[in-house]
């Protein structure tokens, strides 16, 4: 248990800023470089992991997102801005960094295992919104008392967003709504997110922000 608590040595190196200059590269690159199907290579599809054993995807799909549709790129790059700093301040960059690609191929993996239980194989799963909720997540655990202005005119506690969002993705994903939307990679996002703070912190998520 010493092991997995021992914290990292502070740093703060604006990793943020790496990782949102990084998926602006892939989504530009995806647009310019049509010929080259980029998506078929990075984003993730459990036929190609199983036969050709393409496990990267775990983690380059969350660099991936939907060619062409601006603003699957713009929320997730602008909650990143939002939320990832102050969240990587409080945790360090080197934290933040496990955290961000731990809870976001976690969630690729348990979404691979759901779409090859269900028969969904051939879905090409993409964007940083698993690990997005996983930072989301954090801001309102470390940060539980901070108002949130959503589409910059409605105050809501940062808990409240962040445990709302989690149950419209259950609401959409049992009834079938905005079906081209991964909302099981959201919730295992947010879930994978939960277990790293109580495994590797020692903190419950619900005690703080209940703060």
Excluded: C
Excluded at 26 to 49: G, T
Excluded at 60 to 85: D, E, K, Q
Excluded at 180 to 193: D, E, P, R, S
């Amino acid at each position: 248990m010493d092991i997995i608590r021992r914290p990292f040595r502070y740093s703060y190196d604006n990793v943020v800023f790496v990782l949102l200059g990084l998926n602006i590269v892939v989504f530009v690159a995806i647009q310019l470089f049509r010929d080259i199907p980029l998506v078929f290579y990075l984003a993730m599809n459990p036929v190609l992991v199983t036969t050709r054993g393409w496990v990267w995807q775990f983690i380059t799909y969350m660099f991936v997102h939907s060619p062409g549709n601006i603003t699957h790129i713009l929320f997730n790059m602008l909650a990143l801005f939002i939320f990832g700093r102050q969240v990587e301040q409080q945790m360090g960059s080197r934290e933040f960094l496990l955290y961000y690609f731990v809870t976001g191929a976690l969630a690729g993996v348990f979404s691979f295992f759901v779409y090859v239980f269900t028969g969904n194989v051939w879905v090409f799963l993409m964007g940083a919104s698993g690990a997005m909720f996983a930072v989301q997540l954090a801001f309102a655990t470390f940060f539980p008392s901070s108002v949130i202005y959503i589409w910059g005119i409605l105050p809501v506690k940062a808990p409240v967003m962040v445990l709302g969002f989690s149950v419209l993705s259950v609401v959409f994903m049992a009834t079938g709504a905005a079906g081209n939307v991964a909302h099981i990679t959201h919730l295992a996002g947010f879930a994978f997110g939960w277990l790293y703070f109580v495994i590797r912190f020692g903190i419950n998520p619900w005690r703080a922000m209940r703060r």
